[in-house]
Nanobody, 114 residues
Framework: QVQLVESGGGLVQPGGSLRLSCAAS????????MGWYRQAPGKQRELVAG???????NYADSVKGRFTIFRDNAKNMVYLQMNSLKPEDTAVYYC????????WGQGTQVTVSS
C-alpha cells in the first residue's frame, strides 16, 4: 500500500503562483512514476504532469511553460510549481503514484480567481 498526502492548494489571483507538494509513504518501489492530475467541475480527470524516478517529465500542452514538476526521491516527495495561473487552472489537483498499480491522494483544491 502507498499513501499520498497533498498540500499547498488555495485561492490565488490570475497570474499568481502556487506550489503543490505530495508526500508518499508506505511500500515505495525504487522505480516509479509520480504525477499530478486535476479535475474541474463537470470535467474528466486529466494528466497535468508526470515524472519518473529518473527525472523524465511530461506535461499537458495546456500547462507547458507555466508549470514545473520535480521530485525528491530521498524524501519520496513530488512537487508542482504553478506559475502564471489562469482561471481555467481551477480544479482539484490529485497526486498520483504508479509502480504496477495506481494510487491517488485525497486531492487539494486550487482556485484561480480575482
Amino acid at each position: 500500500q502507498v499513501q499520498l498526502v497533498e498540500s499547498g492548494g488555495g485561492l490565488v489571483q490570475p497570474g499568481g503562483s502556487l506550489r503543490l507538494s505530495c508526500a508518499a509513504s508506505g511500500s515505495i518501489f525504487s522505480i516509479n512514476v509520480m504525477g499530478w492530475y486535476r479535475q474541474a467541475p463537470g470535467k474528466q480527470r486529466e494528466l497535468v504532469a508526470g515524472i519518473s524516478t529518473g527525472g523524465r517529465t511530461n506535461y499537458a500542452d495546456s500547462v507547458k511553460g507555466r508549470f514545473t514538476i520535480f521530485r525528491d526521491n530521498a524524501k519520496n516527495m513530488v512537487y508542482l510549481q504553478m506559475n502564471s495561473l489562469k482561471p481555467e487552472d481551477t480544479a482539484v489537483y490529485y497526486c498520483s503514484y504508479y509502480a504496477g498499480k495506481n494510487y491517488w491522494g485525497q486531492g487539494t483544491q486550487v482556485t484561480v480567481s480575482s
